[in-house]
């Protein structure tokens, strides 16, 4: 396991899910998984930094990593988004790459920002959130947040398509093969991973994981192929 994941917090922050570090000993080619979520992701690599848009992405990929690389990740809450950036946007690989502003700092919406780190990442939200830069549709985040009858209405899930970049179907799907694919990394049997992430026998196990993760779930259990960040998520969850 070449990339090692250094740290990682949730967030009191209304905008942000979680924020993780991590840096890479050598290069190699990790599994990205399915992801329904939108982050920012700062590198350094070489010398350079590169700030990152990245959006959700609906299936996995085979993605080369550098040596000797560093991230830090503010990972958004679902709804949550930059303005003029909305996750359907970013959808897929569809990142945007903001200019850099000199050593430590790059430019968005006009304005020079410092590089965040790992301990003041809330308080970068917390400006870019008072100047309206980063924002949260209220009506996706109440129906995510204790309402989900709301997401009956059409009008509803044509907001929810366009802040979350995908249907809260989907996102349910892939929070689900998520959640297995990190018991079974941690050692769960198939069987208690099927069991404890809801499926309903083990092969919807077996295609949710080859669709969302790329892989069956023994490759997973022997850790045969570097996963993409995977943690165990605070609270209820969302199947």
């Not at 809450?77 to 700092?105: I, K, M, T």
């Not at 939200?125 to 924002?135: E, Q």
């Not at 996963?227 to 998520?233: H, V």
């Amino acid at each position: 396991m070449f990339i090692v994941f250094d740290q990682e917090r949730p967030s009191d922050s209304p905008f942000v899910e979680r924020v993780w570090s991590c840096h890479s000993e050598h290069h190699g080619v990790f599994q990205s998984v399915a992801s329904p979520l939108s982050e920012i992701v700062f590198t350094r690599l070489h010398g350079r930094v590169m700030v990152t848009l990245r959006g959700p992405e609906t299936r996995p990929r085979a993605v080369e990593c550098p040596g000797d690389g560093e991230w830090l990740a503010i990972r958004l809450r679902a709804g949550s988004f930059l303005r003029g950036f909305p996750a359907h946007l970013l959808l897929d690989g569809n990142d945007v790459h903001l200019p850099q502003a000199g050593r430590n700092a790059f430019w968005l919406h006009g304005s020079r920002w410092q590089l965040p780190d790992f301990d003041n990442a809330d308080e970068f939200v917390a400006k870019l959130a008072s100047r309206g830069i980063l924002t949260r549709d209220n009506l996706v985040a109440a129906a995510l947040d204790g309402d989900p009858e709301l997401l009956s209405q059409r009008s509803v899930q044509r907001r929810f398509q366009s802040a979350c970049g995908m249907s809260w179907t989907a996102l349910r799907q892939i929070e689900r093969a998520r959640h297995a694919a990190r018991l079974l990394a941690g050692g769960a049997s198939i069987i208690d991973a099927q069991f404890e992430a809801g499926y309903y026998d083990q092969a919807h196990l077996t295609r949710s994981l080859q669709r969302y993760v790329g892989l069956a779930p023994r490759a997973i259990a022997r850790r045969e192929r570097q996963l993409s960040f995977l943690y165990k998520k605070d609270g209820a969850t969302l199947f």
